[in-house]
């Protein structure tokens, strides 16, 4: 049973993967032929090109903007009191519950009324940043609720000052979290359409909007060959978030 | 940092200035924005109204859509309970050091785009693909059958992408339930099964309902998956709403319509999140 | 001793109170130039509070803290000379053993081979060599204590702050700890105050206890003072053991027991004080048996406690009296009598209560 659970939950993994080689026109389970001329055409597809540099620096740009804002927040919702604090860190955390689509359609129409942000990247950036900040808070609250604070007291006891305490012991601490916590919020950013859809511009559109509009229009091969490659990057990913969780 | 109060800087506003660059891009970009939002339902007929969901709480069509996308979510979260719970247990139960790596295959597919696992759905469910040369095959269906922009195979294709959540949420819980006190039901004279009827799937109740809510609520408002497995007109709120907002341009209308998965969504978070706290202490 | 002037951590009038509820009430405290102070008490009593207001972690309400002449009451905690070492030992995860030991020397901006030097010379104080490139969690608990203490000594502070640094060793490492950290104390001169619930531990090896209950100092002396003559009904019986007498006249306790003091109030006799001859009532030399101070009893538990042994013997009254002695009272039988005596000079009259 299990076995085919497993089945289930990779097989369409691998058969993109497989039909990504097939040396037909068409898409085609189980491919017949081998061949690597559709990762060619896309390699040569400025669309795909375009669409993975736009989302690199997209998720690149939203996951260390969210890194810093969510830090910094995590960092006075577990540091001080003061009033409305459990609400704040409500507040915070709210867009993770909410469903994307209706934060897309409310950014939406906020824009089209107030330009506050120029389109295209801007306000990409700018969109993703409101569920980046809230995967990198929710990462960072246990982690800075985890530190010893006595460590820190017995930095500052031995001559630091407490900004300095915290940079040089409770940094180090919170590493881990925060390398957690910048890969989560860019495979966000990387992976994440609705908002893309919505809000990008056609010269700025990322991978997983080009891919979605090549998804319904065409089935041909270079749109396999494109996911493919995804999968590999989001394995390659995975692996070195492993290697680096281990060491 | 207990006398941040002494070295100079006052506390207070140290605390504000690390907040200040979230405050601001919570207020700008997610209160105003969603408040836009709620406005714009209900502008019409000027400058109150509630029309925009009269229009589409009175329509047969619109209903069917949002009864079509609750049907989605309960068929969805059915198949990743079923499917969920027994591969979950396994985990959280297996000693071996293959339990890692089996976890780690289980949520690789959450790094993957929505995007990418849906299209392998769509290579699959088309005309030609296996699945429907596998249920041709069976006589059933006609000969040039595909499971593209059915129900059922949004279904399929909706569970598979969110399985992994559910094996998650179950995982947590289940795990977080002491072996212990099965053991202590065994040794005060129940057998192996009523144990972990009495005791372990009882306490992971509440880890059941929360998975399912989380499930159900992606489900409901889930737009990749079903718009491209189910076809650009398929009848589900969220594709309606991409309709409404980007191609017929028909604001105030899809704000409704959004305003009522923002509710059904609220409803659902607000039960989850309760439900969730009291499964953890219930198992602890 | 207890003039200011040639103290070297004075402590003046120093009180906490949270609200209503008052933590630490007024300490007066004058530590000396080389002397080890315990504070003591039970949980709650206030001395952790009190040491960390001494570090700086915790602003007293009311107060002066001088060290070495200068007052120290508003320095934030890092331009305190007070090394600390805490419960948990609180080392640095991600440094090894020679770094944490060197911290607060690069803090003072000590030059390099100085460093170098001085860590050297406190590893092979603490007999941790061979240790120093492995990370805390590499070490046993007794490793990682003495890089505690090694890295709160390496900066020559003024004063020494230990809380609790035994609490979480177990039993057998507790006794040798303790011994080789008063010797390295006297060696080096340190000025050290220490807090602890133990009350073997602080009298074993402290110059003075400052005996504490509910945030109040209930008394400040030698390990003999508090325990030869405590000032206090609750420093006599958290100090030893004890067996409390409370008498209205001169003749019998509220018990009934026949007493042979010259007043009222509260007496103390200590367990070892009492002689259990173990013989029936009727005294081997003809000795008045139930006579002041003597009691007879029925043999309750006995423990055998390897140096000695202890008896709890129950009196016809409902009371019982806890008797010490050689080890061969644990051969005696429960449920058999018993007949104790002890002198006059034995009973210690407590001052008073607050």
Request: proline share 6%; charged share 15%.
């Amino acid at each position: 049973m299990a076995v085919l659970t497993f089945l289930y939950l990779l097989g369409p993994l691998f058969v993109i993967v497989a039909a990504s080689f097939s040396d037909t026109g068409y898409l085609t389970f189980p491919p017949q032929g081998l061949s690597l001329r559709w990762y060619r055409a896309a390699l040569a597809d400025a669309r795909y090109l375009n669409g993975f540099f736009v989302s690199l620096k997209l998720g690149g740009t939203v996951a260390a903007l969210s890194l810093l804002i969510g830090t910094a927040a995590a960092v006075a919702l577990t540091r001080f009191s003061f009033p409305g604090r459990a609400f704040i860190e409500a507040l915070f955390l709210s867009p993770l519950v909410l469903p994307g689509l209706v934060l897309a359609v409310a950014l939406t129409l906020f824009f089209a009324a107030n330009p506050v942000v120029p389109p295209g990247m801007p306000r990409l950036i700018v969109s993703h940043l409101l569920v980046g900040v809230p995967l990198v808070l929710r990462v960072m609250l246990p982690v800075l609720r985890r530190v010893d604070r006595s460590i820190e007291e017995a930095a500052q006891n031995l001559g630091a000052s407490p900004f300095l305490a915290f940079i040089l012991v409770t940094l180090p601490f919170l590493r881990p979290g925060l390398f957690a916590a910048l890969a989560l919020a860019f495979i966000f950013s990387f992976d994440e359409v609705e908002m893309a859809l919505f809000l990008g511009s056609a010269r700025d559109a990322p991978l997983t909007v080009v891919l979605y509009g090549a998804a319904q229009m065409q089935m041909d091969p270079t749109v396999a060959a494109v996911s493919s490659l995804l999968i590999l990057l989001a394995l390659l990913m995975m692996v070195a978030q492993q290697l680096y969780a281990q060491r | 940092m207990s006398t941040s109060g002494r070295a100079g800087i006052p506390g207070g506003l140290v605390a504000a200035g690390l907040l200040a660059p979230a405050a601001l891009l919570f207020a700008v970009l997610f209160v105003w924005p969603q408040l836009g939002l709620f406005l714009q339902s209900v502008s019409q007929p000027a400058p109150f109204g509630v029309a925009q969901y009269q229009r589409f709480l009175g329509d047969s069509y619109y209903m069917g859509v949002l009864v079509n996308s609750l049907a989605l979510g309960v068929c969805v979260t059915l198949v990743t309970l079923i499917l969920g719970f027994p591969m979950a247990f396994l985990l959280a139960r297996m000693e071996s050091r293959w339990a890692g790596l089996l976890l780690l295959l289980t949520t690789f597919p959450l790094w993957v785009s929505a995007v990418v696992r849906s299209f392998a759905w769509m290579v699959l469910f088309f005309r030609s693909g296996v699945a429907s040369r596998m249920l041709q095959g069976t006589g059933l269906v006609p000969h040039d059958f595909q499971l593209i922009g059915t129900f059922t195979g949004v279904v399929i294709a909706l569970a598979q992408v969110l399985l992994p959540i559910m094996i998650l949420t179950l995982y947590a819980v289940i795990r977080g339930i002491d072996r212990d006190l099965e053991h202590a039901a065994m040794n005060l004279g129940a057998s192996p099964a009523v144990a972990m009827w009495l005791v372990t799937l009882r306490l992971a109740r509440g880890g059941v309902l929360a998975g399912s809510l989380l499930v159900f609520s992606l489900s409901v408002s889930a737009f990749a998956t079903p718009s491209l497995v189910g076809g650009a007109r398929a009848h589900f709120m969220a594709v309606t709403i991409y309709e409404q907002t980007l191609e017929l341009l028909d604001w105030p209308f899809a704000a409704a319509i959004a305003a009522i998965l923002l509710a059904i969504s609220l409803v659902v978070a607000f039960s989850y999140g309760k439900l969730l706290g009291d499964a953890r202490s219930e198992v602890r | 001793m207890n003039s200011t002037g040639s103290a070297e951590l004075v402590l003046d009038g120093l009180a906490r109170r949270y609200g209503s509820t008052t933590a630490v009430a007024r300490v007066d405290l004058a530590v000396a130039p080389g002397e080890l102070v315990a504070l003591l008490g039970p949980s709650g009593c206030g001395k952790t509070t009190t040491l960390r207001m001494v570090a700086g972690f915790v602003e007293p309400s009311e107060g002066r803290i001088l060290l070495r002449g200068r007052d120290i009451t508003t320095l934030p905690p890092h331009r305190r000379d007070a090394g600390m070492v805490f419960q948990s030992y609180a080392l640095f995860p991600h440094l090894t053993v020679a770094e944490n030991i060197a911290f607060g020397l690069q803090r003072r901006g000590v030059p390099k081979p100085e460093v170098a030097e001085r860590v050297a010379r406190m590893v092979a104080l603490l007999q941790l060599q061979g240790l120093e490139k492995r990370l805390p969690r590499q070490l046993s608990g007794g490793q990682q204590q003495r890089v505690a203490v090694g890295r709160a000594l390496v900066i020559n502070p003024a004063v020494v702050l230990l809380d609790e640094p035994f609490s979480n060793l177990d039993a057998l490492l507790r006794e040798g700890t303790r011994i080789e950290l008063r010797r390295l104390q006297t060696e080096l001169g340190l000025t050290t105050l220490f807090v602890t619930h133990d009350q073997a531990e602080a009298m074993a090896i402290s110059d003075r206890i400052a005996v504490m209950n509910k945030g109040r100092l209930e008394q400040l002396g030698t390990p003999r003072e508090v325990y030869d003559r405590p000032a206090t009904r609750f420093v006599a019986s958290f100090i030893g053991r004890a067996n409390l007498f409370t008498a209205t006249d001169g003749r019998h306790s509220e018990d009934g027991i026949a007493l042979d003091i010259p007043g009222p109030g509260t007496w103390l006799l200590r367990p070892e004080r009492i002689a259990m001859d173990g013989a029936p009532a009727s005294g081997p030399n003809g000795a008045p048996t139930d006579g002041p101070n003597s009691a007879t009893g029925i043999v309750e538990v006995v423990c055998f406690l390897g140096t000695g042994a202890q008896a709890v013997l129950r009196l016809p009254g409902g009371r019982a009296l806890l008797v010490e002695g050689p080890a061969a009272l644990a051969d005696l039988k429960p449920g058999r009598s018993a007949t104790v005596r002890w002198t006059r000079a034995d009973l210690t009259l407590i001052p008073g209560d607050t």
